[in-house]
């Protein structure tokens, strides 16, 4: 399993837009597109993407680069907020425990 997330700066005074936005949840259906998990952390001035799947880079940027279809409306209206293009972080340690 490979994680991946996507770290980017909102404008300020931007995350209540971008609140309103991810309680929409996403414009793709995970499971669809392969992932095994995505979450979503919204902080004062910043945004989380995290995503969690086998070959979870390649999905991520199939996504990032279609340019028709709900995703790219979605990318677009993300753009508005967003100060910088977001920054990729991969995981380096993560821990899980063996209980379910």
Request: avoid cysteine; charge should be negative; proline fraction near 6%.
């Amino acid at each position: 399993m490979n994680r991946i997330a996507l770290v980017a700066r909102l404008k300020p005074g931007a995350e209540g837009q971008a609140s309103v936005l991810l309680e929409q949840g996403p414009p793709f259906d995970p499971a669809e597109r392969g992932f095994a998990r995505h979450a979503v952390y919204l902080l004062a001035g910043e945004v989380v993407f995290v995503f969690e799947g086998d070959e979870v880079e390649w999905i991520v940027d199939e996504i990032v680069n279609e340019s028709f279809g709900a995703v790219a409306g979605a990318l677009g209206t993300w753009r508005e907020l967003v100060e910088d293009p977001p920054r990729i972080a991969r995981a380096v340690y993560t821990w899980e425990s063996d209980e379910d």
